[in-house]
């Protein structure tokens, strides 16, 4: 840990301006890369733009993980029912793949996807078949002493990588089927009400939004996908 101060080391502290938080850097990153690939420097000025600017940041703050928002990247609304659910399963392949590596695809710092997170680090610990083998205790062991110490990244995700089973990756996939599909509302719905929501995005004037704009009115806050799903 930076520092021994147990007030610091297990208080979770926000940045005052959220719009310069690590998360949100990114996704500002990574929608005016978007925006230069699409010619739209100047602002969204179609709404086919403006849905897929929705879509990609509803999909990274419903998941929240910065793993997760690097390696998905910028994402194309589908046109179809039929290209929904590829996009889907390309998802659960990436979070899974996430998984597999010993990264989080979910984040813990808000639900839903904080419940995610801790099935996430439950199916690390699920083991193959019964009886637990003293080798697999003993990394079991490490990775709870590595996190509880606050290990390097690097070092935890060695760990984790070498605690994975058939089994866990098998619960981890359901858990982020449930979480796409069943919690707070469904992949679908938000899919159904993207193009309604992006249309405020859409610039005719002569101050088109900036990708730092665009993210915020495309739902900085990590409520947007539940909110874009539940809402009638």
């Known amino acids: 840990p930076w520092t ?4 610091l080391t297990n208080l979770r502290l926000r940045n005052v301006k959220r719009q310069d938080d690590r998360t949100s850097l990114v996704i500002r990153r990574l929608l005016e890369a978007q925006l230069s690939k699409r010619q739209a420097s100047d602002g969204i000025r179609d709404l086919q733009l403006a849905a897929d600017v929705v879509f990609s940041v509803a999909i ?3 998941f929240g993980s910065l793993d997760f928002i690097a390696e998905t990247g910028p994402l194309h609304l589908p046109e179809s029912k039929v290209s929904l659910s590829a996009v889907k399963e390309q998802l659960l392949d990436c979070a899974c793949d996430l998984w597999r590596a010993g990264q989080h695809a979910c984040t813990d710092a808000y639900e839903p996807s904080a419940t995610c997170h801790a099935l996430e680090s439950a199916a690390w610990l699920i083991q193959d078949g ?3 083998s003293e080798e697999r205790r003993i990394r079991t062991v490490s990775l709870f002493e590595a996190e509880l110490s606050g290990a390097p990244k690097a070092q935890i995700e060695s760990i984790r990588r070498r605690l994975v089973t058939s089994a866990g990756a098998m619960y981890v996939r359901a858990a982020y ?3 796409l599909d069943r919690q707070h509302g469904t992949l679908e719905s938000l899919w159904a009400r993207t193009s309604e929501i992006a249309a405020p ?4 004037g002569a101050a088109p939004p900036s990708a730092a704009s665009a993210a915020r009115a495309a739902g900085s806050s990590s409520s947007l996908a ?3 799903a539940s809402s009638p």
């Open 60 to 62: 990274w703050r419903w």
């Open 226 to 228: 539940a909110a874009a």
């Open 201 to 204: 995005l859409v610039c005719s």
């Open 4 to 7: 021994g101060t147990e007030l």
């Open 177 to 179: 089927e449930y979480f």
């Open 130 to 132: 019964p009886g637990e």
